[in-house]
């Protein structure tokens, strides 16, 4: 892997109800399959307990994973997303929830190929639900409207963005509920149009602790 990765993958990461790091590892699982290789993993965890920091530790020998403690943050994902974007190499920044992964083993090559062909400085992909981490339902294309960001999400969540590095764009941390609304809005307003890959690329996972 090159000094700076072409690609960081960011995960906000906390306990979960238990379940993070059992989420977190299930999504390492598909990032260790990934056709592209040149791409680190920046976990900002906000965990209490060990299983995000053994996940991490597990998957050391087959990905580059830095864990960034970040217990001393403010406890919202849009400060702890933050916080995995500002300690990131790469040159394109991949939002990554932990409890959600990359459904396609060309993910992170397709979303690069988008950027690099397109010229556009942020790309938004496919995604579909899953509740059992196997089984996809309700495909999903993002589609952009200029109502988005009150809260009309026709994008899906924050794992399916990726944006150019380098740039003043940031979750708001004032928010919770529309946090990625206002975040499409934000890049939108910084970038214009963004790069849409339809394939569906992320399975955002249901489940009671979401």
């Known amino acids: 892997m090159s000094t700076r990765p072409a690609i960081s993958v960011c995960i906000p990461a906390y306990d979960m109800g238990g379940q993070g790091g059992r989420y977190l590892a299930h999504s390492f699982e598909r990032l260790a399959a990934q056709d592209f290789t040149d791409?680190?993993?920046?976990?900002?965890?906000?965990?209490?307990?060990?299983?995000?920091?053994?996940?991490?530790?597990?998957?050391?020998?087959?990905?580059?994973?830095?864990?960034?403690?970040?217990?001393?943050?403010?406890?919202?994902?849009?400060?702890?997303?933050?916080?995995?974007?500002?300690?990131?190499?790469?040159?394109?920044?991949?939002?990554?929830?932990?409890?959600?992964?990359?459904?396609?083993?060309?993910?992170?090559?397709?979303?690069?190929?988008?950027?690099?062909?397109?010229?556009?400085?942020w790309v938004l992909t496919g995604s579909a639900v899953t509740r059992d981490g196997e089984t996809l339902e309700r495909p999903m294309v993002p589609r952009w409207h200029d109502q988005i960001r009150f809260g009309r999400n026709t994008i899906s969540s924050p794992s399916v963005l990726a944006l150019e590095a380098g740039h003043d764009v940031w979750f708001d941390e004032n928010l919770i509920w529309l946090m990625d609304a206002d975040m499409y809005q934000s890049c939108h307003a910084a970038f214009g149009a963004p790069a849409i890959v339809p394939a569906t690329l992320i399975a955002n996972r249901l489940h009671e602790g979401r």
């Open 39 to 121: 791409f680190e993993v920046v976990v900002s965890d906000q965990s209490e307990g060990p299983a995000v920091a053994e996940a991490c530790a597990a998957f050391a020998g087959r990905l580059a994973i830095r864990r960034v403690d970040f217990r001393a943050g403010p406890r919202q994902a849009s400060a702890n997303c933050n916080n995995a974007m500002m300690h990131a190499r790469g040159g394109l920044l991949k939002i990554l929830f932990q409890d959600d992964f990359l459904c396609d083993d060309s993910a992170l090559r397709q979303v690069l190929d988008a950027y690099q062909a397109t010229g556009r400085k």
